[in-house]
């Protein structure tokens, strides 16, 4: 049976490689250089390695720590994917500055992505939680 977090995992890598083939096919639409095109493919692998270690560190912290900690977590690994995030754009606008603008437009358009999806996943979590805590609320009383 899967769970939750099998799902999202499976999901994760479907949307990885339904993205690379279609920039893949239509990079040469969207881009001219090929740096920019592997600097595309790079973000969205970026993107799907941090989400997949989220989800496993989150599902495997969260049976160990209280709910407090549990947000405090949520909100490291935020901070942490926004400061790799805007290292990632650091780094592509100083050192390859090739079709800059196109490239910001695709960037912010798969940050956006995975963020969504992201959230799609924490929701779906926290009713699991809930359901959960009332489930054991209900057994006790």
């Known amino acids: ?3 939750i977090k099998n799902s999202y995992l499976l999901y ?5 490689a339904m ?3 279609l920039l893949i096919i239509c990079g040469n639409l969207i881009f001219k250089e090929l740096i920019a095109i592997k600097a595309t493919v790079a973000a969205i692998g970026m993107f799907t390695v941090f989400e997949v270690f989220s989800v496993l560190f989150i599902e495997n912290k969260s049976k ?3 709910p407090r900690q549990s947000v405090n977590v949520l909100m490291g690994m935020k901070v942490g994917k926004t ?14 500055h090739v079709e800059l ?3 910001i437009i695709v960037f912010l ?4 992505l995975y963020l969504f999806s992201d959230t799609i996943y924490l929701t779906r979590r926290e ?3 809930k359901e959960t805590i009332k489930k054991e609320s209900n057994t006790t009383q």
Not at 12 to 16: I, P, R
Not at 83 to 95: D, E, P, Q, V
């Open 1 to 3: 049976m899967l769970t």
């Open 12 to 16: 994760l890598v479907v949307l990885c």
């Open 19 to 21: 993205l690379t083939l």
């Open 64 to 66: 160990k720590q209280s």
């Open 83 to 96: 400061l790799l995030t805007l290292l990632f754009f650091i780094i592509y606008a100083f050192t390859v």
């Open 101 to 103: 603008e196109r490239f």
């Open 109 to 112: 358009v798969l940050y956006f």
């Open 127 to 129: 009713k699991r939680l």
